[in-house]
Antibody
Framework: QVQVQESGPGLVKPSETLSLTCTVS????????WSWIRQPPGKRMQWIGY???????NINPSLKSRVTISVDTSKNQLSLNLNSVTAADTAVYHC???????????????WGQGTLVTVSS | DLVMTQSPDSLAVSLGERATINCKSS????????????LGWFQQKPGQPPKLLIY???TREYGVPDRFSGSGSGTDFTLTISSLQAEDVAVYYC?????????FGQGTKVEIK
């Protein structure tokens, strides 16, 4: 059974870089696509972007200039870096596996519990 | 961006009764070449991450009880819980994966009356 766990600092200062890690167990990070998704308090969920099983990324255009998603296959982890953060980036951040269905990789079928990141000085 | 609008924002249903949640997209999510609607539904219980219930608008995910069903096409979709159980108390979200960026509805909270 695939398990996914996000980790990282819970507090980041404005203008700094938010860095999170997602550790995967029970499966290989290189076998699937993976997304980062966030839930700002009181707002709707926002898809941040994904990395596919070849290492290519597809990022939400509204965040593209600030986001980097990468994979470390040796540690079976994926990472999110979001730079120049503001209070608007305060959210619970989830990583989610894309499960393949009918040959398509769109479906978030395993999610991490999420980690709350607050942007504040 | 494609905007997903759910209605109602919340509803209270008696145990064993039907719950119906609507989702409307600002543009069609029906992809002509494969005739599939690029829409999914998620359930999120308090303190838990979202759980995939439905994809392709009407295909139930593995292990999801058959009281959950999805319908609709183009811009208008519905998630139906045919006989509400206590464990179905949650927030439900629709999500489109038709165009980048993938977007979610604002959520519908389902409670017991």
């Amino acid at each position: 059974q695939v398990q996914v766990q996000e980790s990282g600092p819970g507090l980041v200062k404005p203008s700094e870089t938010l860095s999170l890690t997602c550790t995967v167990s029970g499966g290989s990070v290189s076998s699937n696509y993976w997304s980062w998704i966030r839930q700002p308090p009181g707002k709707r969920m926002q898809w941040i972007g994904y990395i596919d099983n070849r290492g290519s990324t597809n990022i939400n255009p509204s965040l593209k200039s600030r986001v980097t998603i990468s994979v470390d296959t040796s540690k079976n982890q994926l990472s999110l870096n979001l730079n120049s953060v503001t209070a608007a980036d305060t959210a619970v951040y989830h990583c989610a596996r894309h499960g393949a269905r009918d040959g398509y990789n769109y479906f978030f079928d395993h999610w991490g519990q999420g980690t709350l990141v607050t942007v504040s000085s | 961006d494609l905007v997903m609008t759910q209605s109602p924002d919340s509803l209270a249903v008696s145990l064993g009764e039907r719950a119906t949640i609507n989702c409307k997209s600002s543009q069609s999510v029906l992809y002509g070449p494969n005739n599939r609607n690029y829409l999914g539904w998620f359930q999120q219980k308090p303190g838990q991450p979202p759980k995939l219930l439905i994809y392709w608008a009407s295909t139930r995910e593995y292990g999801v009880p058959d009281r959950f069903s999805g319908s609709g096409s183009g811009t208008d979709f519905t998630l139906t819980i045919s006989s509400l159980q206590a464990e179905d108390v949650a927030v439900y979200y629709c999500q489109q994966y038709y165009s980048n960026p993938w977007t979610f509805g604002q959520g519908t909270k389902v409670e017991i009356k």
